[in-house]
């Protein structure tokens, strides 16, 4: 989109008005008016898409079985850069709670630490008949009520155990007897769903380099373990498979193990490309961080497994699009064929929707039996007896939390935290990379839309290009004294320019020339959010564009610093603008990023932040938090944090107003002082009383 060649001079046919919330978006009604919305996801699906593409040909030119296995070490070596790493293998201190016994099978309650402290409850199932050692199945769980009690779940698991399997489904992080936010008086999760656990727990782990999916691999790696430690179990004849969540996991696990010779992924394996063009990025344990940035797709799973014999389970009606799993397959068939494996890679399509069903759970039974126990026969299902929740558990609440306590992912978090941290402050160099931001300097490209006047000021309306794709509609208060050139202030609220409208005539009624710009996301340009329930906007905001700035290394933050540097280059080259005294205002949201942009760019003199998140830590040292995920740049507290930058545009003098936790609230005065302390007294920490007006709270701050 660029509203430059769609719109012309049409732009100047806006009727003048008073200053209103509809003036103020004015490009509101015009023939781009739409398109406004999909900028932001446009500009970051065609980087994805540019990264995919070289992907691609990088695939076609794998021509051996050598090229596969380099291939493989990369896709191995940037998995654990994306997630922080393999961790210390521990004593599992495994114990078998109780048993529930069949006809054919046994299953086993299980209690392990994939971590110290850290409890993984399980069920193994065990063949009663036949010979051991048996061959055994890892079992993933995807997202599903009930966990390991799920009815699909169980009829995989018994009839497997039945046909001579042993098998070991663990429960994930968020779910069953692993809430991690569990609320006693709700007795169940605070936040509900587990999806949402566990993004929140997520962007922790995000901030300080990792991926929550370090937490959930180590959990299968370590299962992975037990299973083998089982004198049941055959270690060379060893699958995995699940679904959903379960099948991303199975993904997982055949990139990163060795020990796992055979793999049946359900309803997960598709295609970034397809992903962004339907539903989006999905929960933090699904979106590997810079994944793409690395030229990275779900078939690299498939390659990184390759020529281990390998089935895609799909449905075409799965919200996972099944035009993204043929054409991943197709390509990861290609692969296989070339290295001489053309039997090993395989997929079915069943014509029903997203879940473990009956067509899908037949040819994992066959693809299981023919690889490790040599039979190729047709299968079919037992009747299986489904056990309750409370039959399956292992802890005797139900819930770890309450039952042995122990870590939490929150609290694994906090000490990752003191691990990485303190390297901190980084050099500035190292902040500009980690944030994505790129800048040079150049001539900004704008288009007038008309102008609003009145006795005080003129507003004028523009919409300037920050980058190729990124349009910034804006708004330009010049009053009508005192003559000649200006101070100037550059203004990002978290909602938009209409938002800041009090403010606008305040900072303009002081004498200086205001630009107030909606940068990318925000205001006219906010994009669409509604993603998996109406819980995630309000806990992550525009969690698509966030996540996708993430998969292709970059950061919203850092793009909206651009857009707010590319606001001060127009300010600078203003006739009416004093561009020795442009300073910044932040409200809400917005403070985050222009705190950066004053950071990398010394044009930029005084800041004034109003209603800002105190600090990263912060979101780690607290289990929940709202807002933040827009905000968030991978890996920051290995280098820095808020109060860091701050410190880094000492001595221009920084004015934090009302800072907030990481829930929005106001956040203890003394303890935002004490984080910034380093800035001081440069950084002023103060709380705004009712009342205040801007020429009141900041003085002379602006002359």
Excluded at 131 to 141: A, C, D, K, T, V
Aim: glycine share 10%.
């Amino acid at each position: 989109m660029n509203i430059f060649r769609l719109l012309g001079s049409a732009a100047l046919a806006l009727p003048l008005a008073a200053q209103t919330p509809e003036q103020l978006n004015f490009l509101t009604g015009l023939p781009d008016g739409g398109q406004l919305r999909e900028m932001l996801p446009s500009y970051l699906k065609g980087k994805a898409f540019r990264l995919l593409n070289e992907r691609s040909d990088a695939v076609k030119r794998l021509a051996s079985a050598g090229d596969v296995e380099a291939r493989r070490l990369y896709i191995r070596q940037k998995m654990w850069e994306a997630i922080g790493g393999p961790l210390e293998k521990t004593p599992l201190n495994p114990r078998v709670t109780g048993v529930l016994e069949r006809d054919a099978y046994r299953i086993e309650k299980i209690v392990f630490e994939s971590q110290p402290r850290f409890y993984v409850t399980a069920n193994l199932y065990v063949p009663k008949r036949g010979r051991p050692p048996f061959p055994g199945i890892l079992f993933p769980l995807g997202h599903e009520a009930g966990a390991k009690a799920h009815h699909a779940w169980q009829s995989v698991l018994g009839s497997l155990a039945t046909k001579g399997f042993v098998c070991l489904a663990w429960e994930p992080i968020g779910q069953g007897e692993r809430v991690q936010l569990w609320d006693e008086d709700f007795l169940e999760s605070k936040v509900v769903r587990s999806t949402t656990e566990h993004t929140l727990l997520g962007v922790q782990a995000i901030l300080v380099g990792d991926s929550l999916a370090r937490y959930t691999i180590w959990d299968g790696i370590r299962a992975l373990d037990y299973l083998l430690s089982r004198p049941e179990v055959d270690a060379k004849r060893i699958g995995v498979t699940g679904n959903s969540g379960g099948g991303t996991h199975t993904a997982y696990l055949t990139a990163l193990e060795d020990r796992i010779h055979v793999a049946a992924p359900s309803c997960y394996i598709t295609s970034w490309r397809r992903l962004l063009e339907t539903i989006g990025p999905q929960d933090a344990e699904q979106c590997l961080p810079s994944w793409l940035a690395h030229g990275l797709d779900h078939g690299d799973f498939l390659l990184a497994f390759a020529p281990r014999p390998n089935l895609m389970l799909t449905a075409i009606r799965d919200f996972f699009s099944i035009t993204g799993a043929r054409e991943t397959y197709r390509e990861a068939r290609d692969v296989y064929q070339r290295i001489g494996a053309p039997g090993s890679m395989a997929m079915i399509e069943a014509d029903d929707g997203h879940g473990y069903t009956l067509p899908r759970r037949l040819a994992a039974y066959r693809w299981f039996s023919r690889w490790l126990q040599g039979d190729d026969s047709e299968q079919t299902e037992p009747e299986i007896l489904q056990a309750t929740e409370e039959e399956l558990r292992a802890t005797e609440t139900g819930q770890v939390a309450t039952s042995l306590g122990g870590e939490t992912v929150t609290t694994l978090n906090q000490k990752r935290l003191e691990q990485v941290g303190r390297r901190r402050p980084a050099p500035l160099e190292q902040i500009l990379k980690l944030t994505g931001h790129r800048y040079e300097p150049a001539a900004v490209k704008a288009m007038p839309f008309g102008s609003i006047d009145s006795s005080r000021y003129r507003v004028d309306k523009l919409v300037y290009e920050s980058e190729p794709g990124i349009d910034v509609p804006a708004v330009l208060y010049v009053p009508r004294s005192p003559a000649g050139r200006k101070p100037a202030v550059v203004l990002l609220h978290g909602q938009g320019k209409a938002a800041a409208r009090v403010e606008l005539e305040q900072l303009a009624g002081a004498g200086l020339v205001v630009l107030a710009i909606d940068a990318r996301g925000w205001g006219q340009t906010q994009a669409a959010s509604e993603r998996g329930g109406s819980d995630w906007p309000r806990y992550f905001g525009d969690f698509h564009s966030a996540m996708t700035a993430l998969l292709v290394g970059d950061s919203l933050v850092g793009m909206r610093a651009l857009d707010v540097r590319r606001g001060v280059d127009l300010l600078a080259a203003h006739g009416e603008v004093d561009s020795g005294h442009i300073n910044g205002f932040g409200f809400g949201a917005g403070a985050v990023p222009l705190l950066h942009a004053a950071a990398f760019d010394s044009r930029i003199g005084k800041v004034a932040l109003e209603g800002m998140l105190a600090s990263y830590e912060s979101v780690v040292r607290r289990p929940i938090h709202r807002g933040v995920f827009e905000n968030v740049v991978s890996g920051a507290l290995r280098y820095y944090d808020l109060p860091d930058l701050a410190a880094l545009i000492a001595p221009r003098p920084v004015w934090l107003v009302d800072a907030t936790d990481p829930l929005g609230k106001p956040a203890p005065l003394e303890q935002v002082r004490a984080a910034y302390a380093a800035g001081r007294p440069a950084v002023r920490v103060i709380r705004r009383k009712p009342g205040d007006t801007i020429p009141a709270l900041y003085g002379d701050l602006w002359r």
